[in-house]
């Protein structure tokens, strides 16, 4: 099984940029962006996309699959 990993939370912060400013940035609820960097939430392209423009990075970057290990 995979998860979804983010970089959003270590990116924000070298920027000194808050959840909430990210959120309105993109469109959503700050709630959301604290959801995404927890692994709560897996985003649809668009918002991955606009994320991941913000910080000038490829989607790939931001975001990425783990294979979770099966024991």
């Known amino acids: 099984m995979s998860r ?16 909430a400013e990210l959120a309105n940035i ?3 609820r ?3 962006i604290g959801n995404l960097e927890n692994g709560k939430y897996n985003p ?3 918002l991955a996309m606009d994320i991941a423009k913000v910080f000038g990075k490829p989607v790939e970057e ?10």
């Open 4 to 19: 979804l990993v983010t970089k959003i939370h270590e990116l924000r912060r070298a920027r000194k940029m808050q959840q």
């Open 26 to 28: 993109v469109g959503v």
């Open 30 to 32: 700050r709630e959301t």
């Open 44 to 46: 649809s392209l668009k």
């Open 62 to 71: 931001v975001f990425q699959f783990v294979e979770d290990d099966e024991e």
